[in-house]
C-alpha cells in the first residue's frame, strides 16, 4: 500500500460512524471528524502538489490522539499507519 492509499484508507474509515469499541478506546464524534479533516488536507496538498509537499507535512496525530486519551486499537492504528507513512515520505 502506497501513501495515497493510506490515507484513502484513513479517511473511509474515520467517515464512518464510530462502533462502541471505538468509544471505548476514547474516540469522540468530534475527534473522529477532526482528525479526518486533517488527513483529508493533508491527501489533497499531496495529490494537487505531488510526493514532494510531503516535506512540507508535519502531521501530529500521535500526540494528537494521546492527548485525548485514544488507546490502541482499529482507528488507531490506520491513523498511524498514515502518519508513519507521511514521515516515511518525508525522509
Known amino acids: 500500500m502506497n501513501l495515497t492509499e493510506a490515507l484513502d484508507k484513513a479517511v473511509a474509515a474515520l ?3 464510530l462502533e462502541p469499541t471505538d468509544r471505548e478506546q476514547g474516540w ?3 475527534l473522529r471528524r477532526e482528525i479526518q479533516e486533517e488527513i483529508s488536507v493533508h491527501r489533497s496538498a499531496l ?3 505531488g510526493p514532494w509537499m510531503a516535506s512540507y507535512l508535519r502531521p501530529r496525530l500521535g ?3 494521546a492527548r485525548e486519551g485514544v488507546q490502541p486499537g482499529r482507528l488507531h ?3 498511524m499507519d498514515a502518519q508513519t ?3 516515511d ?3
Do not use: I
Open 89 to 91: 515520505a518525508r525522509a
Open 28 to 30: 469522540t464524534d468530534d
Open 85 to 87: 507513512r507521511l514521515a
Open 47 to 49: 495529490r494537487r502538489h
Open 77 to 79: 492504528a490506520v491513523v
Open 15 to 17: 467517515k464512518a460512524p
Open 63 to 65: 500526540e494528537w490522539m
